[in-house]
């Protein structure tokens, strides 16, 4: 899994990942093609009743990834946040976990950390990968431009820098969060070897301008479990005021579509 998670980030267009929260979602996004998962850190907290930002549980967050390992038959890769500590140790002890549960690629934040913890936490990482036998894919978002790091005319080479340390620290991808201006994305695809990834945004280009710009991989990040949220809370405000079914039979999948989608116990471990 992990070999072929690595040749989907080399194809002519880029790897588009629909990110998934929970063992349903990631089945019913494998069932519209995707060829690998990745799932969201806040929708995998909002799905267990956890805020997110570094609050999810371990044991929790490790459960869900088993659970979603079990219902999919393609790479899977698990966004991890900071890691969940500030030890580089404990980091990696927890990378080994997820391996365990079935990751073959992660996301790891630097947020407004210094950059060197977070090198120490990728060879942490790395190292803790390769002892379980799995080329880890390592996808690093640099918080540069979601925070603002940097003034305006320096965000693209703050991130840069920050590329060449993950690199040499052992990261695979660079995963600039919020970046959308297009001569920005080709500056950084061009000025790194490692590999891009962009997120779903306002004002973010159409996949076939970021293939030309050198972008190899596009996720959705938490847009799905949001508009999800946004569309219940809708219909529950609806049927609690008015009591009215209507609109939950019209906008509903049918019961029986759903329940085939995942699979009976004899097929689990696809």
């Known amino acids: 899994m992990d070999a072929r998670f690595r040749a989907l980030h080399r194809q002519p267009r880029p790897l588009v990942l629909t990110n998934a929260w929970d063992a349903g979602s990631a089945r019913l996004v494998a069932s519209q093609g995707a060829a690998a998962i990745a799932t969201t850190s806040a929708?995998?907290?909002w799905s267990l009743g956890y805020r997110d930002g570094d609050l999810l549980p371990l044991d929790e967050h490790v459960a869900c990834v088993r659970r979603i390992r079990r219902v999919i038959d393609v790479p899977l890769s698990v966004d991890i946040e900071s890691g969940y500590s500030d030890?580089?140790?404990a980091v990696g002890a927890a990378v080994a976990r997820f391996v365990d549960a079935g990751a073959v690629g992660i996301n790891l934040q630097d947020g407004s950390a210094p950059p060197a913890l977070l090198c120490?936490?990728?060879?942490?990482?790395?190292?803790?990968?390769?002892?379980?036998?799995?080329?880890?894919?390592?996808n690093i978002r640099c918080d540069v431009?979601?925070?603002?790091?940097?003034?305006?005319?320096?965000r693209v080479g703050e991130t840069l820098q920050r590329a060449r340390l993950y690199r040499e620290a052992g990261a695979d991808g660079l995963f600039p969060l919020a970046v959308t201006d297009p001569a920005e994305i080709a500056a950084l695809a061009a000025g790194t070897d490692l590999l891009l990834n962009v997120i779903a945004w306002p004002g973010l280009p159409p996949v076939a301008q970021l293939a030309a710009l050198g972008v190899r991989r596009v996720s959705t990040g938490s847009w799905l479990p949001q508009a999800m949220w946004a569309h219940a809370a809708r219909l529950a405000r609806e049927f609690g005021t008015h009591g009215g079914s209507q609109a939950l039979v019209d906008e509903a999948e049918?019961?029986?579509?759903?329940?085939?989608?995942?699979?009976?116990?004899?097929?689990?471990?696809?």
């Open 145 to 154: 431009f979601a925070r603002q790091l940097a003034p305006a005319g320096a």
């Open 120 to 138: 120490r936490k990728i060879a942490a990482a790395r190292a803790a990968a390769l002892g379980a036998g799995v080329d880890l894919y390592i």
């Open 43 to 45: 929708g995998v907290a």
């Open 254 to 270: 049918a019961y029986g579509t759903v329940n085939a989608l995942l699979p009976a116990p004899d097929q689990a471990g696809l």
């Open 87 to 89: 030890d580089p140790a």
